[in-house]
């Protein structure tokens, strides 16, 4: 099985952008960052997927999905 986990957000993350010398670059915001984390698994021998969506990754929510592909 290979097994990878992602982050999905409403918003872009903004890491780093250019501006003018002295002119500090504004950027609109619409102040709610909704976000989910999943969890997915594939089969490599029949194409199976698992999926397990969680509020965040962290230890816990990661072995929720273990136990989640455990039951499969």
Known sequence: MYIDETHIRSYHVLRMTWSEVGRQKQ????????????????????????????????????????RVLKER
């Open 27 to 66: 950027v609109p915001t619409f102040g709610h960052h909704a976000h989910i984390s999943l969890f997915g698994a594939v089969n490599v021998h029949d194409g199976e997927t698992v999926l397990h969506q969680a509020g965040a990754a962290n230890a816990t929510t990661f072995l929720d999905f273990l």
